[in-house]
């Protein structure tokens, strides 16, 4: 279940024994999986469990306590350019005027290849990313005319600059309705099939996702379960990473995941907020609002609300 290299099949990404410690805690310990090169994987588990802070680890944001990881079958470098990141929090981009096109190219003037603004090969790279999301007419127009659905096309395009072989998309659905979800899901698939690159895809709710991944790699306690749906989503598995007794019910081809009578997924984000209700800085990584919200929770001692 752990998805080992196949025969033929070249890895995208190599985690061996992996411990990640946050404040002298381990969020992931001892966590080994393999990702293959063109998969599309669902990276699932309770809120704090630990998504983020390995998309951190991948990008060489937070050094490994213990183990090793590979990507590409290279060591884990900072602005590894074989790297797309789409971070988890984006806000304050409702309120910008900035145009889509400018919006874009930033991303590649700050961090791509240092290449001088507005360089041919920098507007060329922007033009191929555009068309890639299909986010031409979007272009024109300033991001606080978008929806959210279309700001988030403009950030896949940003993600894609410097033709990256691994894209890290840290929670792109949060904040969009279930229409808009459906068509950031099925835009990455398509663009991730065309080419041919690995992505890791992490939400709080499976059922979006469940058309277009390949696997999952399920988070939580400090462990990792990587596998087919069939393999992770199940009450042992579930069970364990959560720590508590979880149940796996299957309705219309959809998939839900209880504690008791409580479906889990609603539980942990009953009061996260859509971004566009706040407006942070750009570069903070991670936002604890610290609310003390009473609920019960499944995962024990880690009620963070990261919006
Ligand atoms: N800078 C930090 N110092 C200590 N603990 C942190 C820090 N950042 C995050 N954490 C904690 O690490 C855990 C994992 O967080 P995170 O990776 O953001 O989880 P997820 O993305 O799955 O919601 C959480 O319990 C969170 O509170
Ligand atoms: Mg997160």
């Known amino acids: 279940m752990n998805g080992g290299p196949q025969h033929g099949a070249a890895s995208a990404l ?27 994987i669902g990276v699932l588990g309770p809120n704090g469990a630990g998504k983020t802070t390995l ?15 590979r990507v590409d079958g290279q060591a884990v470098v900072r602005g590894n350019p074989s790297i797309g990141y789409m971070p988890q ?15 874009v190219a930033m991303a590649a003037d700050g961090h791509h290849w240092g290449l001088p603004h507005g360089s041919a ?17 979007l272009a024109a127009r300033p991001l606080s005319e978008l929806s959210g659905g279309e700001r988030q096309r403009l950030l896949l395009a940003q ?27 099925d835009l990455v698939r398509r663009v991730q099939r ?37 393999e992770v989503i199940t009450k042992p598995v579930l069970s364990q990473l959560y720590g508590s007794p979880i149940d796996v019910m299957r309705v219309n081809g959809r998939i839900f995941v209880m504690s008791g009578d409580v479906e889990i997924e609603k539980l ?18 991670h936002h604890d609002h610290g609310h003390g919200h009473g609920h019960g929770h499944a995962a024990k ?5 990261n919006v």
């Open 159 to 185: 993600c894609l600059l410097g033709k990256p072989t691994l894209l890290l998309l840290d929670e792109p659905l949060i904040s969009l309705d279930p229409r808009h979800q459906t068509g950031v899901v």
């Open 121 to 137: 090969s920098v507007r060329a790279d922007v033009e191929r990313v555009l068309d890639l999301v299909d986010a031409h007419a």
């Open 301 to 305: 001692g880690k009620h963070t609300h």
């Open 194 to 230: 065309e080419l041919n690159i690995t992505v890791l895809f992490s939400a709080h709710e499976l059922n979006p996702l469940l058309n277009s991944l390949d696997r999952v790699l399920y988070l939580g306690n400090g462990r990792a379960a990587l596998g087919t749906v069939d």
């Open 14 to 40: 190599e985690v061996e024994h992996v411990t990640l410690e946050l404040g002298g805690r381990a969020i992931l310990n001892d966590a080994s999986f393999s990702v293959r090169t063109g998969e599309f």
């Open 89 to 103: 929090i984006r806000s304050g981009l409702a309120g910008r005027r900035v145009r889509g096109r400018d919006f």
């Open 268 to 285: 942990d984000h009953a009061h996260e907020e859509g971004e566009d209700a706040h407006e942070h800085d750009h570069d903070h990584d």
């Open 55 to 69: 998309m951190r680890a991948l990008l060489g944001l937070l050094p490994v306590s213990g183990g090793s990881i």
